[in-house]
């Protein structure tokens, strides 16, 4: 039998039931759709937190409290929850690191913050003048903390412009306002220029004051969250990484490095550390999808099986007039394939629609990627021949006599 | 030729065993009209599934063309199918919401031939069955019993077959379309066509030229029609 009549026996066949046909590979298109949009909206996730930790800064190392037990762990781990850094450890690394370029320790909380009527809740970040170097901010109005702010303990803010949205509205100057943040008076001496961005750390949403005034106002102590480290070039990290341990091993009095009750982690850590957890969402949220391509398979199964059972006497009588096994189960196997195939050209379309009005909406950014549709499409085509296997090897089988007479 | 040397048939079934086939002899020459008759139950079915290589005897050989189908592998059984046999059932068995021409030129598929001769072959085989040419792309389900089975017996043909089998033909047919399709076969074998025929009913064995008579498995009278 030809390739060509083979899809054109195909094609009638399919198109004689056309309702039964559109239904059964409804679960296909489901699962294939869902599988595309998931992976697009992991992906999409993955790539945000990349560009998010890429564009907090160059070169960066960052020094956070905290035993480094392994991934995963230093994240939950991390800001607040161990108080082992100081500001003297800041100061000291500042003094004696010389490789790097800037310091920037960082006191980080969350704060009700109010202004004339309105209020908010937001990250405040106290920290010196080296910030906006170490992170990549700019200011777009007024200035940024000085070091004599920090020096004077003075009360000043500068504000992220999506607070400024949420307490003053949008377009409104800031400047010279005051904002009371958990109860203290500060006096708003600049703006940032927004840097986009969404998630767990906005730099947008943020307020940012002098880390003496918070530690004094705020925390009422003199621990830092973490201290950010610049360095002159992607060279020295490595220099600056083991200079910096072995600083503050010295000022905690640590003989044992694993016993360290701080880690210094480089970008490149962190990024790895963000992808195996974006991965993981990742592959957690295709299987869930790929269930549901496995229960389309069953669908497919069912309906060939049925098909096959009501052409009995046709498949009798293609024996009859010449057909072999082979001829018979190739076309059991095709009309499998092609349901499948269809469904998986529907769903991918339907997936990437989907994905679209996910980030359309504002939910989270998505990304479909050529290997996923390329991938969905293999697996479709293998779910057709897997399932449709079983259905098509029966009609082969049939014993042409039996099923000519075959009511 | 077909030559039949002691064929049996035994169904084994779970705990018995039946014996349809006892030890069947004859021979037919090529462009032979033949009819296998005999009563219900006799084996003639049984018979044909063998001669139509759908089925392998029990015992003995059979000898199509010289060659033996009776020890032939399922896949070498499916090749003689197809170069030899035409087939022409009592239930018509037309692939229903399929066109005339479709249904008459489906054997062709499995021997490769391209579409533009398929078609064309449908076309001559059903011109020599005389059906009218505006049935030709009804569907087949459309069709009055007689014009199924002539649409049947053009199926048969087309892959221009040595030997065409057609089991109780007019058994769903009025006596006077059974007429029309006994004469169709006339026709053929006035052509060159050998035909053997099988019925119950002696009427119908009359239009052949040779009448085998079957009874219990075997062969109980192998006469030829004195040429009128
Ligand atoms: N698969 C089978 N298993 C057992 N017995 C069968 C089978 N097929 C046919 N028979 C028996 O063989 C006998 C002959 O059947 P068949 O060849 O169909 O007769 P006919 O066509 O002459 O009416 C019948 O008694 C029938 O019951
Ligand atoms: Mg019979």
Redesign the pocket.
């Known amino acids: 039998m030809k390739v060509a009549d083979l899809l054109e026996e195909t094609y009638i066949a399919l198109s004689a039931n056309k309702a039964r046909s559109a239904l059964t590979i409804l679960g296909i298109v489901i699962g294939i759709a869902s599988v595309i949009a998931m992976t697009a909206i992991g992906q999409g996730a993955q790539s945000t937190i990349q560009s998010s930790i890429t564009s907090a800064g160059s070169n960066l190392l960052y020094v956070t409290p905290g035993q480094q037990r392994g991934v995963g762990v230093q994240v939950s781990a991390g800001r607040g929850s161990a108080q082992t850094l100081t500001q003297e450890d800041a100061d000291a690394i500042q003094q004696e690191v010389s490789l790097a370029k800037n310091v920037s320790p960082e006191l980080t909380r969350r704060y009700q913050v109010t202004a004339k009527g309105t209020n908010t809740n937001t990250s405040v970040i106290g920290t010196t003048f080296a910030y906006p170097d170490v992170h990549n901010m700019q200011v777009d109005q007024g200035s940024f903390i000085t070091d004599a702010d920090v020096k004077s303990q003075s009360r000043v803010a500068v504000i992220g412009p999506t607070t400024r949205d949420d307490l003053f509205g949008t377009d409104a100057n800031p400047i010279g306002s005051t904002i009371k943040i958990n109860k203290v008076e500060f006096r708003i001496i600049g703006m940032t220029v927004a840097k986009g961005g969404s998630g767990f750390s906005n730099p947008d949403d943020a307020i940012y004051v002098p880390i003496s005034t918070a530690q004094r106002y705020l925390a009422g102590d003199k621990y830092v969250s973490n201290i950010s480290v610049q360095a002159n070039d992607a060279e020295s990290m490595a220099t600056i990484q083991q200079q910096i341990t072995e600083l503050l091993l010295q000022r905690h009095k640590i003989s044992d490095p694993l016993q360290a009750d701080f880690t210094v982690m480089n970008q490149a850590d962190i990024l790895a550390m963000a992808s195996s957890v974006t991965g993981t969402l990742t592959i957690l949220l295709a299987s869930i999808a790929g269930i549901s391509l496995l229960v389309g398979g069953v669908g497919i199964m069912n309906m060939m099986l049925t098909n096959v059972t009501e052409r009995t006497r046709e498949i009798g009588l293609r024996k009859a007039i010449g057909a072999e096994e082979s001829d018979i189960s190739m076309q059991f196997l095709i009309e499998s394939v092609m349901l499948t195939f269809l469904g998986g050209a529907i769903g991918i379309i339907l997936g990437w629609i989907l994905a679209f009005g996910v980030q359309y909406l504002g939910f989270t950014t998505t990304k479909v990627t050529w290997d996923m549709v390329l991938l969905a499409f293999g697996v479709s085509a293998l779910i057709g021949i897997i399932f449709g296997y079983y259905p098509a090897r029966r009609a082969s089988k049939l014993n042409p006599?039996?099923a000519l007479r075959f009511e | 030729m077909i030559v039949l040397d002691k064929i049996t048939k035994t169904?084994f079934?779970a705990d018995e065993e039946?014996p349809?086939l006892k030890g069947i002899s004859f021979t037919i020459n090529d462009g032979e009209y033949v009819a296998i008759m005999?009563?219900?139950?006799?084996?003639?079915?049984?018979?044909?599934?063998i001669l139509g290589a759908l089925d392998t005897p029990t015992n003995g050989s059979y000898l199509l063309d010289n060659q033996d189908v009776s020890k032939l592998s399922e896949k070498e059984l499916a090749h003689i199918r197809k170069d030899k046999i035409g087939f022409v059932f009592q239930s018509f068995n037309l692939l229903p919401r399929s066109t005339v021409i479709r249904n008459v030129a489906l054997p062709l598929i499995y021997s490769r031939v391209a579409k533009e001769e398929r078609t064309e072959r449908a076309r001559q085989a059903l011109f020599s069955t005389g059906l009218s040419e505006d049935r030709f792309s009804h569907l087949s389900n459309q069709l009055s019993g007689g014009q199924m089975q002539r649409v049947a017996i053009a199926r048969a043909l087309v892959t221009n077959p040595s030997l065409i089998l057609a089991?109780e033909p007019t058994g769903n047919l009025d006596t006077a379309t059974g007429e029309l399709v006994l004469d169709t076969f006339k026709q053929l074998n006035d052509k060159g066509h050998t035909i053997v025929l099988?019925t119950?009913e002696r009427d119908v064995a009359e239009h052949a030229n040779r009448i085998i008579y079957?009874k219990d498995?075997s062969v109980l009278r192998d006469e030829a029609k004195k040429s009128s």
């Open positions: 006599i039996q | 169904y079934n039946v349809v005999g009563p219900s139950g006799s084996g003639k079915s049984t018979l044909m599934h089991d099988i119950h079957i498995g």
